[in-house]
Each structure stands twice: as C-alpha cells, then as structure tokens.
C-alpha cells in the first residue's frame, strides 16, 4: 500500500488556496485534524486520503510517497551534483 506523505498534502492544500479548516469542512475532518496530517503526527485513514485527493481535485497517488522506480527516474534527469544532494537529503544526510 501506498505511504502517505504529510508533504504533499500541505503542498497540494497550499496551491489550492484552502485553509486547513476549509479542507476538513470539504472532507469531514478538523482542520485540527489536517495540521496533525500535515506534520506528519497522524496518518489519516485510507479513506480519508481518498477525501483529500478527491477534494484536492487529484489522484489517491498524488498524496502518497513516490515509489522507488518513480524517485529513479526523477535522479536521472538531474546532473550529479544534484542528485548528490538529492540522495544525501533522501539518507537524512545534508549535502
């Protein structure tokens, strides 16, 4: 199953325009709830993902960590410098 990621979330919720109260009235969820999601100090539900992506205007995918082919593809189109610092921000490391 797919990870969900508090970052994509906060990112897509943003570009929307939305409050986080405003997105958990759309969703049936707090906007306490949202904040909690967004840090990353709860994982909302399978279901309620699918709330967020639908309100969100996107796919189920949108709101969870890429896979590992997709994070592939991505590395090869950087030059090295870039991908460096992608892979040591990715190990928890800074460039």
Known sequence: MPTFSPVRLRAARAQAGLTQRKLGSMTGV???AICNYEVGRYTPQPHVIGRLAQALGLAYADLCEPE???????????DESRRRRALAYLSGKTA
């Open 68 to 78: 590992d082919d997709e994070l592939f593809e991505v590395l090869a189109t950087l």
């Open 30 to 32: 707090t906007g306490t």
